[in-house]
């Protein structure tokens, strides 16, 4: 078992920068994939950005300019930092984990609102 727990989400004004971050404990030998999701009001969850062990990356077209993961795999953390942020960045931003892409650990989410 997995847990996840995120942190960093806020209110940001449009072109403001943020950092999310994602600790990871449990079962962590089993972990190879770690990413970020979000889901926007009346909207699906999409991929934002995921990273491998390794640190091999993909990023969503929409924040691939903008947005960057990392991972620290000494503390088992991911990190998402959030650049020239608009205002469809809105979003409740989840932490997900998984042996694959396909992630099975997910975290509660943190909120990510940005406006003028």
């Known amino acids: 078992q997995v847990q996840l727990v995120e942190s960093g989400g806020g209110l940001v004004q449009p072109g403001g920068s943020l950092r999310l971050s994602c600790a990871a404990s449990g079962s962590i030998f089993s972990i190879n994939v770690m990413g970020w999701y979000r889901q926007a009001p009346g909207k699906e969850r999409e991929l934002v950005a995921r990273i491998t062990r390794s640190g091999s990356t993909n990023y969503a077209d929409s924040v691939k300019d903008r947005f960057t993961i990392s991972r620290d795999n000494a503390k088992n953390t991911v990190y998402l930092q959030m650049n020239s942020l608009k205002l469809e960045d809105t979003a409740v931003y989840y932490c997900?984990?998984?042996?694959?892409?396909?992630?099975?650990?997910w975290g509660k989410g943190t909120l990510v609102t940005v406006s003028s």
């Open positions: 997900g984990a998984g042996r694959g892409f396909v992630l099975d650990y």
